[in-house]
């Protein structure tokens, strides 16, 4: 179904938690200088619990020397959002099928990415990392392949 089939409506969610799934640091052999050029490896994925209402957003960094070969730390956080009106995004056509507004997608992977982010900052903070920040990204370049049912 195309986003242009897909009928308006406002989708109704609250954030009900976030969740550090696994973080690290990897120490170089060489020192790493506060003037260091970080590169990220950024990924998106969604689960979605229908049962519950929640949708997953999982976020996993990996922060890359300037050298684009050395990993240096990663981070995987989770936000999970709360759908009240989740029913109201299953096709017509097939019950089984959830079907989200790319606008939401857009939003979801923003608030994700943004938080991410933040717990980064915290994680790395006082480390070999802390330089680190993760740059403003927009979410329009993550494409959906496919939503995962927990």
Same mark, same amino acid.
């Given at each position: 179904?195309? &986003?242009?089939k897909? *009928?308006k409506f406002?989708?109704?969610?609250?954030?009900?938690?976030?969740?550090? /799934?696994? %973080?690290? =640091?990897k120490?170089?052999?060489?020192?790493? /200088?506060?003037?260091? !050029?970080?590169?990220?490896?950024?990924n998106?994925?969604?689960?979605?619990?229908?049962?519950?209402? =929640?949708?997953f957003?999982? !976020?996993s !960094?990996?922060?890359?020397?300037? &050298?684009k *070969?050395? +990993? +240096?730390?990663?981070i995987? #956080?989770?936000?999970?959002?709360?759908? #009240?009106?989740?029913?109201d +995004?299953?096709?017509? *056509?097939d &019950?089984?099928?959830?079907? %989200?507004?790319q606008?939401?997608?857009?939003? %979801?992977?923003s608030?994700a990415?943004?938080? @991410?982010?933040?717990l980064? %900052?915290?994680?790395?903070?006082g @480390?070999? /990392?802390?330089? #680190?920040? +993760?740059?403003?990204?927009?979410? *329009?370049?993550?494409?959906?392949?496919?939503?995962? @049912?927990?």
């Open positions: 179904m195309t &986003d242009s897909i *009928k406002k989708i109704e969610y609250q954030i009900k938690g976030v969740e550090i /799934l696994d %973080f690290g =640091l120490h170089s052999q060489e020192p790493v /200088l506060p003037s260091t !050029v970080y590169h990220f490896n950024i998106v994925q969604h689960k979605i619990n229908p049962e519950m209402k =929640l949708v957003v999982i !976020v !960094v990996n922060v890359m020397h300037e &050298d *070969k050395t +990993l +240096l730390g990663n995987n #956080a989770s936000c999970i959002f709360h759908i #009240a009106n989740f029913d +995004l299953k096709s017509k *056509k &019950d089984k099928s959830i079907v %989200f507004p606008e939401t997608i857009d939003m %979801f992977n608030i990415i943004s938080t @991410t982010r933040g980064m %900052f915290n994680c790395f903070r @480390t070999f /990392l802390h330089n #680190a920040i +993760l740059p403003i990204v927009d979410p *329009k370049g993550f494409k959906q392949e496919k939503i995962i @049912t927990k």
